[in-house]
């Protein structure tokens, strides 16, 4: 049975930071991509970081460029995303997917940037 457990969301004042954790079992972790979205609201759902199943390459929208890390520890079958300098257009669900054989989705985490 596939499980994705995020955690490390919650609410931040503008210029901090959160650590962003995906644990997941049930499939080989080392066969798979890993990814963050995220829903903003009124927006449509954007690819924040991705990186593939080795962590030999990493993309990041732009929008996050330089403020957010994503990580993965296969050791631990866990993916992380590290967010510095957050502000408000950061709000949002974040949820890690997982991509290969089957794609499996996280059940999102809620991240509120507000002063």
């Known amino acids: 049975q596939v499980q994705l457990v995020e955690s490390g969301g919650g609410l931040v004042q503008p210029g901090g930071s959160l650590r962003l954790s995906c644990a997941a079992s049930?499939?080989?972790?080392?066969?798979?991509?890993s990814a963050w979205y995220r829903q903003s609201p009124g927006k449509e759902r954007e690819l924040v970081a991705a990186?593939?199943?080795?962590?030999?390459?990493?993309r990041y929208a732009d929008s996050v460029k330089g403020r957010f890390t994503i990580s993965r520890d296969n050791a631990k079958n866990t993916v992380y995303l590290q967010m510095n300098t957050l502000n408000p257009d950061d709000t949002g669900v974040y949820s890690c997917?997982?991509?290969?054989?089957?794609?499996?989705w996280g059940q999102g985490t809620q991240v509120t940037v507000s002063s």
């Open positions: 990186i593939t199943s080795t962590g030999g390459s990493i």
């Open positions: 049930g499939f080989t972790f080392t066969s798979y991509a």
């Open positions: 997917m997982f991509s290969g054989p089957r794609d499996y």
